[in-house]
């Protein structure tokens, strides 16, 4: 029901705030010729329309639900109580029900469903006129509240200040909350799937193939979860890409921040940044379209037999990825050591490349290495160019010519088509995605714990 | 040691007789102009600067001082739009000749900055780098003899010794900016530029540094620049009054401060504008 009923309720809302605002703002002004105002008349204004907007949001955010859900109850029920038990068969009765509702339905109806579909129009009519004159009341009683709180003694510009910082709380709340909620879900499932695959086995196991029987009779699929050949392909893929950004992404942020004329600057800053905007899914198909057949041939010509699909392919592509980060984050810790120190190095008969060397490099160090970790946990992180240029065979090696996989590709294998819930295969997308988030998250804090330290050094 | 006190005595019976000698003149600037794109910033500068003496420039804000200063050092170079014409020697040798290397010319004048900007590296690394930069010191014990003996003369060594190994960004602003003398002088130079040394420092911290001005005099040849009248009486023997990127007038310090012969620097002096 919240479709059809948003937008009538959500512009009253609207119009009752602004009629709040201007009549606490006007009845202000005129209190204020008799009397010095504590607060200025906008606040008074400002004050009002909050009082009218925070019940009537409050208002919708409970009654709706509540609504809805009583709703779907009392039409189910008047179409077949057995409907309320069935869980499968419960969701597509009620969407049937709502489709005929509004006259969407294909087909010939059933009775139970007609039925169902009548009690769902009444009940939702009645439910929009009873949430919106229920909010309109709110609003309208926070209104008069309002006016009758415009008093020169009236602190409405501290009140206000008070919802403000509510406000941006909430918000902020939301931020974490959600964070904290992915990372215990995806917790608890790493507990679940520990119940079936020990701990031992998961992280120090050499083989993975999570491919589990689902009916008695299938054969040789028992199912090996060890992540090892998942670490040594991410581990071997991110390298051989923090071996190509690094230098290179370095080596440009130096001559960008250093040497490079204002005009070059202007130009070759945005083009990087281009490269980072980039799609990775873009970027997988030139790694396995065009990287790793030269790759394949480059091998051949030396002799050397090289898989179709390789880590060394994946890797250079990666590290073309996240060049950008390398250079671009580089690029602003070169440019934030302070010219006082380059000066300072210039004067004492160093030069240019002395001084960077010597004095600008090493007060950007600490920054330049987190640019790397967060590089490296972008690569880590990375999927579509793995899965379309190194594959997915768990081959526990370290030879950057071998196809090798990584912890997303497998996530993303497992969890691509139909699934069963709580199979160990299942679960196993968990606990390799609470890994990977933990090994991210440390780097990150690595990272940002260097920053910090690193911002205290010359201010 | 006796024959720079000798010069320096000299030096300053010169001052008593209100007569400026440019005899020993180790730095000359003849007709120098400096333009910042179109703006020009230092119009035909002629001065001498005495070796083994203290110079001070002073004059309003804006008027070149700082402009002239970075000349003697060429570190106008670094500035893209900048450009210099007129000639500066050092000992008679023109310094923008072009076969003159501007990196190996920061060797021999030294410059101290107005905000003190130590390296962020330990103190003795602040002090060993102009020395390691140009390999002055061929053992280890060598260079610590270097950091040492110039911590000295810019009188800090007592207040650091125990810790050369800490940060040099962690002393205090007074600290730091001997520091910024002591790395200077490590080098040996001959010329030391000092552009307001003392502008970011309490009066104790600026009675320090005065005093070690007044004894560096002795090996240095020292140019500073200076809003502070009492501060260019005190330290210098000659003084040079800029105004809107002229030379105005140049003396002994005694005459420009008693009896200066310009309009314009008697009311700087005075107090009447700038
Ligand atoms: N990098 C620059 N680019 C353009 N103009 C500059 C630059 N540096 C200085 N100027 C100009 O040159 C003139 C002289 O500047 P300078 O810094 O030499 O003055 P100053 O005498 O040192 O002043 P202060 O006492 O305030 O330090 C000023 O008008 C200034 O605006
Ligand atoms: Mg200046």
């Known amino acids: 029901m919240g479709g059809r009923v948003a937008p009538v309720y959500f512009s009253l809302m609207v119009a009752l705030a602004a009629l709040a605002f201007m009549a606490a703002r006007a009845r202000a002004q005129q209190v204020s010729r008799g009397e010095a105002l504590h607060s200025r008349p906008i606040y008074h204004g400002l004050f009002a329309a909050c009082f009218v907007l925070l019940p009537m949001l409050a208002i919708y955010a409970i009654a709706v639900p509540l609504a809805s859900g009583a709703i779907e109850r009392q039409s189910l029920m008047a179409a077949d109580p057995a409907l309320l038990d069935d869980a499968l068969r419960r969701g597509a009765a009620f969407r049937e029900i709502q489709d005929l509702a509004a006259g969407r339905f294909s087909g010939r109806p059933s009775p139970a469903i007609e039925a169902g579909a009548a009690v769902f129009a009444y009940l939702s009519g009645l439910a929009r006129w009873g949430v919106g004159a229920l909010g309109l009341s709110v609003g309208l009683v926070g209104l008069l509240y309002a006016l009758r709180a415009v008093t020169p003694l009236f602190r409405a510009r501290n009140r206000f200040e008070a919802i403000v910082r509510l406000a941006l709380l909430v918000c902020a709340g939301i931020a974490v909350l959600t964070t904290i909620g992915i990372v215990f879900s995806v917790l608890f499932e790493t507990i679940r799937f520990f119940q079936k695959v020990s701990p031992t086995e998961f992280l120090f196991g050499t083989q993975w193939s999570p491919q589990t029987a689902i009916r008695a009779d299938q054969g040789g699929s028992s199912g090996a979860f060890g992540i090892l050949p998942l670490v040594a392909g991410t581990a071997l893929i991110s390298t051989i890409a923090i071996f190509i950004a690094g230098p290179i992404g370095l080596f440009a942020a130096i001559y960008m921040a250093e040497y490079a004329s204002p005009r070059f600057r202007a130009w070759a800053k945005p083009v990087l940044e281009i490269l980072a905007g980039i799609p990775t899914v873009v970027l997988g198909f030139f790694a396995a379209l065009t990287v790793a057949p030269l790759v394949r041939e480059f091998g051949a010509m030396l002799g050397l037999n090289v898989a179709s699909e390789s880590a060394l392919a994946a890797g250079i592509v990666m590290g073309m990825m996240i060049i950008p980060f390398v250079s671009s984050l580089s690029d602003d810790v070169i440019t934030a050591v302070p010219q006082s120190l380059r000066d300072g190095s210039l004067a004492m008969g160093a030069t240019h490349s002395e001084t960077i060397q010597r004095v600008v490099l090493p007060a950007a160090l600490p920054g330049i290495v987190s640019a790397f970790m967060l590089a490296i946990s972008r690569a880590v992180g990375e999927t579509m160019i793995v899965v379309m240029a190194a594959g997915l065979a768990a081959n526990l090696s370290f030879n950057p010519l071998d196809a090798v996989t990584t912890f997303t590709v497998q996530i993303k294998t497992i969890l691509v088509g139909d699934q069963e819930f709580d199979s160990a295969k299942t679960l196993a997308a968990f606990a390799l995605g609470f890994v990977l988030f933990f090994f991210t998250l440390t780097l990150n804090v690595i990272a940002l714990a260097i920053v910090r330290k690193y911002r205290e050094q010359y201010d | ?274």
């Open chain 2, 1 to 274: 040691m006796s024959f720079a006190s000798e010069t320096a005595k000299a030096l300053n019976a010169g001052d008593a007789q209100g007569a400026p000698k440019a005899a020993s003149a180790k730095v000359a600037a003849r007709g120098v102009n400096v333009h910042y794109g179109e703006k020009h910033a230092l119009k035909d500068v002629f001065v001498d600067i005495p070796e083994k003496a203290v110079t001070a420039f002073i004059g309003p804000s804006g008027c070149g001082k700082s402009t002239f200063l970075r000349c003697i050092n060429r570190m106008n170079d670094t500035i893209s739009t900048c450009r210099v014409t007129g000639e500066i020697t050092i000992d008679g040798k023109d310094i923008y000749d072009r076969m003159l290397d501007p990196v190996l010319l920061r060797a021999r004048v030294g410059m101290v900055f107005q905000k003190p900007n130590p390296f962020p590296k330990s103190i003795y690394e602040n002090v060993a780098y102009g020395p390691r930069l140009h390999g002055l010191a061929r053992s280890k014990a060598e260079l610590d003899e270097i950091v040492v003996r110039s911590l000295r003369r810019a009188s800090l060594f007592e207040e650091v010794k125990d810790r050369l190994d800490d940060p040099g960004t962690g002393l205090s602003g007074g600290q730091q900016q001997r520091l910024c003398i002591a790395r200077a002088i490590a080098v040996s130079p001959e010329v030391i530029l000092m552009d307001e040394p003392c502008s970011a420092l309490d009066p104790i911290a600026t009675a320090k540094i005065e005093e070690l001005i007044d004894e560096l005099r002795e090996n240095f040849t020292i140019v500073i620049v200076t809003h502070s009248m009492q501060q260019a009486a005190r330290v210098s023997q000659r003084t040079a009054f800029f105004h809107l990127g002229s030379l105005v007038e140049e003396g002994a310090t005694d005459q420009i401060f008693t009896n200066p012969k310009d309009r314009r620097t008697q009311d700087y002096i005075t107090g009447r504008f700038g």
